[in-house]
Structures are given as C-alpha cells and as structure tokens.
C-alpha cells in the first residue's frame, strides 16, 4: 500500500470513528394525517434525515418500529398525549440517545400543527421543542415542515436563513396567518376577528414567574403557560399586548354579543364551534398555594384593566357553557394569556 492509499484509510477510519461517536437519534411522528395521503411515517423518513444531514447525530433505523409502538399504546391521541417519561423509555428499549417526537393535530378543516420534541434517552430533558404548520398535502409539504422543523431544533437549514420559515395556514371567517416570537422562535397561529388580530393560541412564552399546569412541560405545549397578572401585561411579544376590559368587549360583540360569544370561540373538542378561528383550549389556572385546577375544562384569560390594587379582570367560558364571562380576581392567580396586536 503506498503513502497515498495510507493516508486515505487512515482518513477513513478517522471519519467511521466519528460517526460511531455521534449520538443516535430516532424519529417518529404520530397524530392526524390527511385520509388520502399516509403523512406521517413519509414524514418521519424525511425529517430523520435532515436531522442527520446536519452531521450532529447518526439515525437509528428504528423509526417504524417507534411509530408501531407510539401508534399502538397511545392510538394516535391528541397532540401532548405522550408523556417525555414513556418517550425515553420507549427511546430506551430502541437503544437510542434522542428521540424526535413529533405530533401532528388537525386544526382547521386543512391545516395540520406539527409540534416537535427532541427528548434525551439519559439525560432526561426536552433538548429542543418546536412547531410549525402545514397541509400535509404532498411531498413537497413535508420536506417543508422537515426544514421548518430542523431550524427550529437543531439551528439550520433553508427555514433558518429565510427567518424562521412562517408559513401560512387558512382559517374560517377571520383568516388567519402564523406569528413568529423573535424572543425563541415559538409560532402562534393568528386570527382577524372584526378589526382586531388575535393570537389563537394560548401565549407559550417562558417568562419569569410562569408555569405549566402541574408543572409539566407537555402541558404548556398543548395549552401554553400559566401567568399572574403583572407577569401576563408585559409576556406579550413585540407588536402585541396583553388586551384590556375594552378589548375583550369589542370582541365580544364582533361574534354579535357576549351571551353566546364562549361557543363560538370555543374549539370544537371543548364543545364549541369555533366559528372564527380562535380555538380557545381550556388550560385551566393556578391558586397561591402552588395547586392546579380546571385543566380540560376551564379556559381564563387575563385582561390588562385592574379593578383596585390587588385584583384585575379576566375574561372566561367552560366546556359547559356558550357565554363569555368577566370576573375579578387576585392578580396572583395564574390564568392563560391571549396577545392582541398593537
């Protein structure tokens, strides 16, 4: 062998060695699909490999056998119904060192929202989380929720050099676009209802003194976070603020009254007929002494309007009811938060 052909084995050796050092990462995604276009395990071949292009982990051939598991413990259940706990633990069972996991949840008669979670098999911890929304049409979709995604988990790509990938996702009367905060790249879907935009989605911005219900992750992600109200008036994303007493009313008789004005803001699993795209979840609210209640059923928003020193007002509705309430109460109590344009 001559010094040429040395030098190229040894360089060989080199590179197999480092990829052998590389943490294997698996990918499985689970959720609502078009009838007529078998998305997800498509998405999960493509999405492996732009996660593996970047050169920081190997694949593990082991994405159908995860979305088999996934698919047959949890079948198929809404967006934030696997816990980060059965994830590592499945992710274990494969011998992998992350798991990608990602869920996907129909949310308009079109649109598909495609959340990410990037677990570590020992370590235990969310690495990265993102989100995006598509069609999930074809395959040109997918190779762009791939990209979206790999921006927001792992920092490159196409999505990334463009700023953040937003994309479009059609609404019902409002109309509605994708909103993306500079502060981490978390994207909100919004809403045009009367003359006011809306985020119609719970703010999900990890601010100082906010909190998941029960303190677990998975339910920030499905419902956003929880805030008092001196941490709810400035959590809101540049060109947005937390929206007053005021604010709430104009919205309220944009949907022709506050009587009935909860059912149709409600989503449709939480018996409402969303009729404009706000697709109010019901995140619950937390008390002073560190306890949860209502997550399921109850949805509570703050209002910027204080009503004395210690109290504020909030606005609410509930599985059961069609109105859209408003109550005062302490502003130590952590309720959800929607942002209104500026």
Sequence with gaps: MNKTSKTIAVLLALCVAAMAQRPQVIVGVIGEEPPKFKALNSLGKVLTEALVNGGEYEALERTGAILALLGKEHGYQRSGAVADA??????GQLGADYVCIVESEKVTDTDYLLSARLVGVVTGGI???????????NVNDLRAVSDSLTCKLLGYGTSCKEGGGQQKASGSKGGSNILTDSRGGQQYKTVKIGNQTWMAENLNYAASGSKCYDNNPANCEKFGRLYNWYTAKEACPSGWHLPSYDEWNLLAEALGGGEAA??????????????YGFSALPGGNGYLSGNFHGIGVNCLWWSATENGSNYAWHRDTDYYRIDLGRRVNQKAYLFSVRCIQD
């Design 86 to 91: 059965q994830i590592r633990e499945l992710g």
């Design 127 to 137: 690495s990265r989380m993102g989100s995006t929304y598509s069609k999930l049409a």
């Design 262 to 275: 909860g059912k149709k803001l409600k989503a449709k699993s939480l018996n409402g007929t969303d009729d």
